[in-house]
């Protein structure tokens, strides 16, 4: 694992070949990370040295991930018009800007007229026996699903729940939404301790101290069969693989779900 920090906005340009995703919170680069479990704890050592900020990594694509990103934050619920006056070569304004418009999507996530539950989202992707089959074998082997280049962002928001302000995605209507997304968010939080640290163009990943214990593991596949399986048909919700990952469960402390039509294609 070799990584790089970038410069304070409009100190000095990027260092080739890096490029800055999320202009004011871009913060570092890891190449090779390796595993997941040596990038959680790089992630882990940001957090512990900073404690007043959060940090949120990409997982899969990472150039789709800021493209369907970028639109994403052109949803009306989440957009800011710039001011008429805005100088967009002034690095102090760009950065001014950058902090509003996180600090509007935190707002919007927190808005009561917005929020939305799990009960929400339940069978609401299109997900077919394929992306259960996706399901487990990114959680089997989940370093796979790591870019040669993983970035990092550093955000000033006030829960771990709310980094997906800085990373909002589920841009095309088939797949889940940034409030969508949320809602998972802050279920796996709040009902199974499960931590969000990474978002990539199809996926999330999510972290607990410790693995669930086997009544945990079947509880929450439960739960994810309802999440994925609802409305989609038997082949879904009785699909062979869900044992497969309650037993995955139970010996890692990690968790990646998809949030696209097409999880599988990444």
């Known amino acids: 694992m070799k990584t790089g920090r970038f410069p304070p906005p409009g100190r000095q340009a990027d260092p080739a070949p890096f490029r800055r995703l999320n202009y004011g919170f871009a913060f570092e680069w890891v190449e090779a990370p390796g595993s997941l479990e040596a990038l959680l704890a790089h992630l882990d050592s940001l957090r512990a040295a900073d404690p007043s900020h959060r940090y949120l990594c990409t997982l899969d694509d990472t150039a789709q991930c800021s493209y369907t990103s970028g639109h994403a934050r052109s949803d009306e619920r989440l957009e800011v018009d710039a001011p008429e006056n805005m100088d967009w070569d002034a690095p102090a304004e760009l950065a001014a800007w950058e902090l509003a418009c996180l600090q509007h999507r935190v707002q919007q ?22 992306d259960i089959d996706s399901l487990v074998s990114v959680n089997a082997d989940p370093d796979a699903l790591l870019d040669e280049v993983v970035y990092i962002q550093r955000l000033p928001v006030p829960s771990d729940e709310l980094m997906i302000a800085g990373q909002p995605n589920g841009y095309f209507s088939c797949d889940w939404d940034t409030f969508q997304n949320h809602a998972v968010i802050r279920h796996l939080a709040a009902q199974w301790n499960y931590r969000f640290f990474g978002m990539g163009a199809a996926w999330m990943g999510f972290v607990r101290q410790a ?3 086997s009544d945990e593991a079947r509880r929450l596949v439960d739960e994810l069969r309802t999440l994925y399986g609802s409305g989609q048909g038997n082949e879904v919700l009785q699909h062979p693989a869900w044992q497969t990952l309650e037993q995955l469960l139970q010996t890692q402390r990690t968790l990646l779900l998809g949030y696209t039509e097409n999880m599988a294609d990444y």
């Open 211 to 213: 693995p669930l214990s």
């Open 109 to 130: 996530l927190a808005n009561p007229e917005l929020v939305q539950t799990w009960s929400d989202v339940c069978g609401s992707l299109n997900a077919a026996p394929e």
